[in-house]
DNA sequence: CTAGCCATATGGAACGTTCCAATTGACTAT
DNA sequence: ATAGTCAATTGGAACGTTCCATATGGCTAG
């Protein structure tokens, strides 16, 4: 038992031992390991009898190797803090589990060159897939990646050729906003927008889409803001000070919508009393008590599960040419919406 | 160069490709990969740049199968997110990869038995290390997997002679606490504890230490609520519906405290005019506008690089026998405490 | 009694590295 | 010239699996 006192870790039995005591050979170990059915009762039962008195257990690094295939799925989240990418990681995680897969996660630290070293060690690691979460990374950069192994980009979108994506039909999410604000009366509705960062052009595109297809185009209003939290509270100030108030903003993010939110709280102005405010994400502390935000909300898990299946499709399927996936959002209604004030519903 | 054209992915160059067309042998190339200067000069050059030409990529699988040692250290979170252990896993990929490992995390979704499924797929995947952040497993179960390999337990506390572990002070935490509340001039200070969850006992038992100490053993009131804002809540309840309100109240976590701050708002109470409260954690949502909740800190990122050092202890300076680290916490001040109101300041 | 078949089981090669003992050859000291 | 030293390099044996072509042996059909 102790035949290598001197190792710290007893030496893991390997499926030599395991043939040895079952009196079998190693490929009959093999064959149970993987296909129990292929192989007669009595050898089975003195097999797997064997593995279990040895503790046997499966050297996936060894199995790696010869079937030039992990089957583990890498996964970059570029924040590990976004509880937006958590969501997003237990589909993933799911999804790849029930399809015999193993998902591995790495941040990318919000730092394109950490996540560049994540890919690399992946790509070390033999990983059969890369699912990336909100890449800081130039598309061309992770093509290139794509030469090697199936890569799927998510939360970001792209006409790429070569990687597949998989997002959330930001357009739609602020129609849908807008739709809602105007069926609760509001005409003077304005967009705090975050320049041309990821996903803010579409969530405008969409805006003044909706306000135009109302017949309030002559509304449109834009405010350069951020998907941070100060952002969101200077581009609020700028409102306020403007002396010209919206009835409705709609905000670039939940984040963003907080510091909108702190900034008019300390303005002594009340929403929605005074000013309806509608963010974009659904966080977990958009649902907090005292804070409520009316959001829209993306399907996490199924964007995680979408993801895994586009590198499935890949890997088992042979699909060769890229897919590009756009799920719809939906509209959660909390407390920080509601009617404007009767001397503002307009008409 | 399309040699294998029927392969989907064009076959990654090995060593041996490498060797030819660096003409040297393939153990050269190995060198080189691994101790560059003991390489001449010319050999070197003709290696890395026959590498840079091929693309070629250290298969870290087949070296893992020799030396019989993946670098790889496994992360289990028992809950992706739960922002604490997102903290914590930053510090650990950080020093992991100072030290030239790798981390690989993977959630347990709050559930003994998938937590069980993620350490055996790692153990199959012969990761070197083993952290577990805040496990639902029993200690003894741990105990067994780290007969394979070095294991820390994080979050938690235990006396294991075979596991170490890491967690934070939670007495002092609490003491921290009310001396602070007493500084301020409370002294009906209540204390809402979790029951025997995890880290509730320890900050049960600091709350009353720091009590007594300050010689209010007559105020140590305990009421049971639990680690989640439903249970925070109920626990407000019972205590305003006992007509006697205390000045302030230590909750166990953040979320709890979260629960109580709703009850005491929908009271009509104020905080901290009425009440002050303070809870534990500093989770982000502590920080948040119209939330301002003085909390307990923990250093995450501290404890993080501590777990990894306790593995590295075991795996490269064979450390036999457990460490148990405790790092005492911090208290960060926000909006929800303040003094008591003057007629009950006592005296 | 023989041929053929089928289910079951086997040995050896391969996967892409690292490790180690052994080889080479230039240089130095005698 | 010869032996010794040293740095640089090499070939082959591992590592623990899977895969594949082949062997074994009992059974059935002719």
Same mark, same amino acid.
């Given at each position: 038992?102790?035949?290598?006192?001197?190792?710290?870790?007893?030496?893991?039995?390997?499926?030599?031992?395991?043939?040895?005591?079952?009196?079998?050979?190693?490929?009959?170990?093999?064959?149970?390991?993987?296909?129990?059915?292929?192989?007669?009762?009595?050898? %089975?039962?003195?097999?797997?009898?064997?593995?279990?008195?040895?503790?046997?257990?499966?050297?996936?690094?060894?199995?790696?190797?010869?079937? %030039?295939?992990?089957?583990?799925?890498?996964?970059?989240?570029?924040?590990?803090?976004?509880?937006?990418?958590?969501?997003?990681?237990?589909?993933?995680? #799911?999804?790849?589990?029930?399809?015999?897969?193993?998902?591995?996660?790495?941040?990318?630290?919000?730092?394109?060159?950490?996540?560049?070293?994540?890919?690399?060690?992946?790509?070390?690691?033999?990983?059969?897939?890369?699912?990336?979460?909100?890449?800081?990374?130039?598309?061309?950069?992770?093509?290139?990646?794509?030469? +090697?192994?199936?890569?799927?980009?998510?939360?970001?979108?792209?006409?790429?050729?070569?990687? #597949?994506?998989?997002?959330?039909?930001?357009?739609?999410?602020?129609?849908?906003?807008?739709?809602?604000?105007?069926?609760?009366?509001?005409?003077?509705?304005?967009?705090?927008?975050?320049?041309?960062?990821?996903?803010?052009?579409?969530?405008?595109?969409?805006?003044?889409?909706?306000?135009?297809?109302?017949?309030?185009?002559?509304?449109? %209003?834009?405010?350069?803001?951020?998907?941070?939290?100060?952002?969101?509270?200077?581009?609020?100030?700028?409102?306020?000070?403007?002396?010209?108030?919206?009835?409705?903003?709609?905000?670039?993010?939940?984040?963003?919508?907080?510091?909108?939110?702190?900034?008019?709280? +300390?303005?002594?102005?009340?929403?929605?009393?005074?000013?309806?405010?509608?963010?974009?994400?659904?966080?977990?502390?958009?649902?907090?008590?005292?804070?409520?935000? !009316?959001?829209?909300?993306?399907?996490?898990?199924?964007?995680?599960?979408?993801?895994?299946?586009?590198?499935?499709? %890949?890997?088992?399927?042979?699909?060769?040419?890229?897919?590009?996936?756009?799920?719809?959002?939906?509209?959660?209604?909390?407390? !920080?919406?509601?009617?404007?004030?009767?001397?503002?519903?307009?008409?």
């Amino acid at each position: 038992m102790l035949y290598r006192e001197w190792e710290k870790f007893l030496k893991q039995p390997t499926i030599l031992d395991v043939a040895d005591r079952a009196g079998v050979s190693k490929s009959l170990v093999s064959l149970v390991m993987r296909e129990p059915d292929r192989v007669s009762d009595a050898s %089975r039962k003195a097999v797997l009898d064997a593995a279990q008195e040895l503790g046997y257990r499966p050297n996936a690094v060894a199995r790696s190797l010869v079937q %030039r295939r992990t089957n583990v799925i890498g996964v970059i989240l570029s924040d590990l803090h976004n509880p937006f990418f958590a969501d997003v990681a237990d589909g993933i995680e #799911d999804a790849a589990f029930q399809r015999g897969y193993r998902a591995m996660l790495s941040s990318g630290f919000l730092d394109p060159n950490r996540e560049r070293g994540a890919i690399e060690t992946m790509l070390e690691l033999r990983v059969d897939g890369l699912i990336m979460l909100g890449s800081m990374m130039k598309v061309v950069d992770i093509e290139k990646v794509a030469a +090697s192994l199936p890569v799927t980009l998510l939360g970001r979108h792209t006409r790429s050729k070569v990687v #597949d994506s998989v997002g959330v039909d930001d357009s739609a999410g602020a129609e849908a906003a807008v739709d809602y604000l105007v069926s609760q009366g509001h005409s003077k509705i304005t967009h705090i927008h975050a320049g041309s960062a990821a996903g803010s052009p579409r969530r405008r595109i969409g805006y003044e889409k909706a306000m135009r297809r109302h017949g309030f185009g002559k509304h449109i %209003r834009l405010v350069k803001g951020a998907f941070t939290e100060s952002g969101g509270a200077k581009a609020m100030t700028t409102i306020l000070e403007s002396g010209d108030l919206p009835t409705a903003v709609l905000a670039p993010n939940d984040f963003a919508a907080l510091g909108a939110m702190e900034t008019i709280d +300390s303005a002594g102005l009340s929403i929605p009393g005074d000013i309806s405010l509608v963010g974009y994400d659904n966080l977990a502390l958009a649902a907090l008590p005292r804070i409520g935000l !009316t959001t829209i909300g993306q399907p996490r898990v199924d964007l995680g599960r979408d993801a895994v299946h586009l590198i499935l499709e %890949r890997l088992d399927e042979n699909r060769e040419s890229a897919r590009h996936l756009v799920v719809p959002p939906n509209l959660v209604v909390r407390a !920080t919406t509601g009617p404007p004030r009767v001397h503002s519903t307009g008409l």
